[in-house]
């Protein structure tokens, strides 16, 4: 059995992945803005990916911009039939690298098109609305008008599954009077833990929870416990970190981040990890975690 086959599976929407994917942030030049320093190197990440058995790539077409699906497409395309990218819309960047938000009709739209160009794709498997109308984390307004408009995309078939991303319980219900949603990406690992109760909804709605910074985002966790639990297993923070997140729940997909070949790897073996009742005890109990993740807002 490999470490994926380890993970298990969940769905998104009528696709079954392995509950470990990939998150292609990372393979940007520094910021998420502009090339990367080494393509090839990006190349190499997607391609091993790919080899070691990932079928849920997480991507957007603001990441560079454009630049992470172009290196998407030149790695891996023709696509594999199991593989699943999910790609997310909502904002855009600035000539500074600011991050900007994008969401009336036309500009989800132009995304839409960007990210089927890009990708090299007539048609997006999963798209993730990305509420921007806070940056820097969850808040309430109506998101009607852009899942509207992302329904009518879905309609004229260029998206086939639609998910949330950076959004309120509220948010969700809402917009599930309006299409099905398959998926809700939200920040959430060992230091940050607000979505608990949602987690936990989404699960009984059999809906895939898809945190983002699993490893605490540009500045990774960082905890004496979390370390003392990797010494003891004879693993690393990081693992030991995707492997409480594989454990608590059912729903959660992982799509941990890096530009690194090697820490894929690490990564992907999180799976191999058992963590004994103790362990789960001490991790769930942290505190004096760094809450690593940077204020930067990248979505
Ligand atoms: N919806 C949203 O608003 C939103 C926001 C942010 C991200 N996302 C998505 O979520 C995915 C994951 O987030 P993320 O990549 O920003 O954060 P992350 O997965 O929490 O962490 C990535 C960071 O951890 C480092 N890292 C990865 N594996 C490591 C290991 N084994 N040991 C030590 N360091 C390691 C990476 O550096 P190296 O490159 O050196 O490995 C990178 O600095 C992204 O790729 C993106 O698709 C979505």
Redesign the pocket.
């Known amino acids: 059995m490999t470490s994926l086959e380890k993970a298990g599976w969940y769905s998104l929407g009528p696709r079954r992945v392995h509950r470990l994917g ?5 393979l940007a030049g520094a910021g998420v803005f502009g090339p990367p320093k080494d393509r090839n190197a990006a190349v190499a990440v997607l391609r091993e990916a790919i080899e070691l058995g990932v079928d849920h790539i ?3 077409d603001f ?1 560079g911009p454009h630049i992470t699906n172009q290196i998407i497409r030149e790695a891996l395309h023709p696509y594999r039939d199991d593989l699943t990218i999910v790609t ?1 819309i909502g904002a855009k960047r600035g000539a500074d690298a600011s991050w900007l938000p994008a969401t009336s009709p036309d500009e989800l739209t132009q995304a839409v098109h960007d990210n089927l160009r890009n990708l090299g794709l007539d048609v997006l498997d999963v798209v ?1 609305l ?1 509420s921007t109308i806070s940056m820097y984390g969850p808040a309430e307004g109506s998101l009607e008008p852009q899942v509207t408009a992302m329904a009518e995309l879905q309609q004229r078939g260029l998206i086939r599954h639609i998910g949330l ?2 959004v309120t319980r509220r948010q969700i219900e809402d917009a599930r009077h309006i299409c099905p949603i398959v998926c809700v ?3 959430y ?1 060992l230091a940050h833990r607000d979505d608990d109760g949602l987690i936990d909804t989404l699960a009984a709605e059999s809906i895939a929870y ?12 960082q905890s004496s416990t979390l370390s003392h639990v990797a010494t003891r297993l004879e693993a ?4 030991v970190a995707l492997a409480w997140l594989l454990r608590r729940s059912p729903n959660i997909l992982l ?6 070949v ?3 790897r ?2 992907l073996a999180s799976a191999e990890i058992s963590l004994p009742e103790g362990a789960m005890a001490a991790l769930n109990d942290l505190d004096g975690v760094k809450k690593g993740v940077d204020v930067s ?3």
């Open positions: 990939y998150g292609a942030m990372q997480d991507t957007s990441y997310k993730n990305r991303s950076n990406q939200n920040l690992n898809v945190p983002f910074f699993p490893l605490g985002g540009f500045s990774p966790l690393t923070p990081m693992q799509i941990p981040g890096t530009s690194s090697a820490h894929l690490e990564n807002p990248a979505v």
